[in-house]
């Protein structure tokens, strides 16, 4: 359980909305929302899918117009409105170079990494300004800070475009109580994550891209990250001990890349 000093639980009371969080980092902070006392509604774009125990489960493509109405509807009926946000759902698949990307997987991408939080914060965000507080994270990528190649490039705009956005909303609702910040993960272990590490290798080495940044070469602190390392961070935005941030960017990546 996650506690304060007092020995309440942190986040009781309070309602949280986590997108893609049957697995990885979605689930750890899930996992982390309802041990902190919080009521958490998740979502994934299968049926198949199992989010952690305790949470409501709503099946919706976050890609969609549609599925974003079909969770906001969620989040009122099943919750009575929300009080955090943790937009995590996100990927896509790599390739060759930017110029082997399909047009549709551009878009695949914008929609899923980004479009998804601007649609979904349009419908929730009206709400936390009336009552005056919340909390929204959006999970980006370390790999925005840096030019080198990349076989997720469309990823890596979408999550570039993302942040821009974040820091946009921030200084918006600022006035109104509700704070906006981000997160950006290095290189984490995740269930899903050991296929797309390979893949990433196999298509680096076939354009002649140092291993290191197909496979990932090892970080300062010695060990990839693990989903509870970035709930860690998102938890943390999200409380009341964050209650002086907004419009931040919190990297957590082992120390991989240098500060700018």
Do not use: C
């Not at 902190?36 to 998740?42: C, K, M, S």
Request: avoid cysteine; hydrophobic fraction near 40%; aromatic fraction near 4%.
């Amino acid at each position: 359980m996650t506690t304060l000093e007092n020995g309440s639980l942190e986040f009781k009371g309070k309602r949280a909305l986590v997108t893609g969080g049957s697995r990885g980092i979605g689930a750890a902070v899930v996992r982390q929302l309802l041990d902190a006392g919080a009521e958490v509604l998740t979502t994934a774009s299968s049926t198949a899918s199992t989010p952690p125990e305790g949470a409501t489960f709503v099946q919706a493509d976050v890609r969609t117009k549609a599925g974003a109405e079909t969770i906001a509807a969620a989040v009122r009926e099943q919750l009575g409105g929300v009080d955090i946000v943790v937009h995590n759902a996100g990927g896509a698949r790599p390739h060759e170079g930017s110029s082997a990307i399909p047009d549709e997987e551009w878009q695949d991408a914008l929609d899923l990494n980004y479009l998804a939080s601007v649609r979904l914060d349009s419908l929730l965000v009206p709400g936390m300004r009336e009552r005056g507080e919340g909390a929204i994270v959006h999970i980006s990528s370390a790999a925005v800070l840096t030019p080198e190649f990349s076989p997720f490039l469309h990823y890596v705009a979408a999550k570039a475009a993302l942040e821009s956005y974040s820091r946009g909303l921030a200084a918006e609702l600022a006035p109104f109580g509700v704070r906006v910040n981000a997160v950006s993960p290095g290189r984490v272990t995740t269930p899903g994550g050991e296929a797309t590490r390979e893949r990433w290798a196999e298509v680096a080495a076939r354009m002649g891209v140092p291993p290191e940044l197909g496979a990932g070469a090892t970080t300062p602190l010695g060990r990839d990250g693990r989903p509870d390392d970035i709930a860690n961070a998102v938890l943390f935005l999200a409380s009341g001990r964050a209650s002086w941030l907004t419009g931040r960017n919190l990297i957590v990546d082992g120390g991989e890349f240098p500060m700018g």
